[in-house]
């Protein structure tokens, strides 16, 4: 069994496009998180739930919004998609929020 | 914020030497130290972690070292195999604080057979 999955793998859409990610786990964790890899590589937290409650939100834009309608289910939102966009975001999910962090596959946007 | 720096970014080995990454912190606060690795198209994956109040932890070929007073920490695999090629990020986080994971821009090993 997959412990953290999403959907789609793949996402290729035009700018100014809105789109979803969905991210699922059945660990029975209680926080989820979102980040983003750029090209290079650089992994970026963006967001944190705990207990459906928001308490890491960076600096991002605020055309990217965490839904959490679970504790299972965190989905990432993204409006009026942007070039700067593409890159492959995971979702991840730990225990609590001090334990260790447990990534899905990623999901690769491309924004043309 | 914490700062995490890591070398190299790149790091080529011939099968069975020993590979040594590096990372650097800022935050003194920090106190949990996770090694995470990547294969290709596949999401980061723990390999080990460390707390700040040891200074070492081993795990089969792998070993990781804390220097708290240089805030300095590594990640030694012995014995390479082909298999452990992949990207490898350090971390650094406070967990009596915002838990904020900070990562280090990752290197790419190369293990050649």
């Known amino acids: 069994d997959t412990a953290v999955s999403q959907t789609p793998k793949y996402l290729v859409t035009q700018m100014g496009n809105d789109k979803s990610i969905k991210c699922e786990q059945n660990l029975g964790h209680d926080t989820m998180y979102w980040y983003k890899q750029d090209s290079k590589k650089f992994l970026k937290i963006m967001f944190s739930y705990n207990n459906k409650e928001l308490i890491i939100n960076e600096t991002v834009p605020n055309r990217f919004s965490p839904k959490s309608p679970d504790k299972a289910h965190l989905n990432l939102h993204i409006n009026s998609l942007e070039l700067g966009d593409s890159a492959v975001y995971f979702c991840?999910?730990?225990?609590?929020?001090?334990?260790?962090?447990?990534f899905g596959p990623g999901t690769r946007l491309t924004v043309t | 914020g914490e700062n995490v720096e890591q070398h190299p970014s790149t790091l080529s080995v011939q099968e069975g030497d020993s590979a040594v990454i590096k990372c650097t912190y800022s935050d003194s606060a920090s106190n949990y130290f996770p090694w995470y690795k990547q294969e290709l198209g596949k999401g980061p994956q723990l390999i080990i972690d460390?707390?700040?109040?040891?200074g070492e932890k081993k795990d089969q070929r792998i070993a990781v070292t804390l220097n708290k007073t240089a805030k300095h920490f590594s990640l030694h695999i012995t014995e390479t195999q082909p298999e452990d090629s992949a990207v490898y990020f350090c971390?650094?986080?406070?967990?009596?604080?915002?838990?904020?994971?900070?990562f280090g821009r990752g290197t790419s090993l190369i293990v050649h057979p």
């Open positions: 460390i707390r700040s109040n040891v």
């Open positions: 991840a999910s730990s225990h609590d929020l001090d334990y260790e962090q447990y």
């Open positions: 971390a650094a986080s406070n967990r009596g604080g915002s838990y904020i994971p900070t």
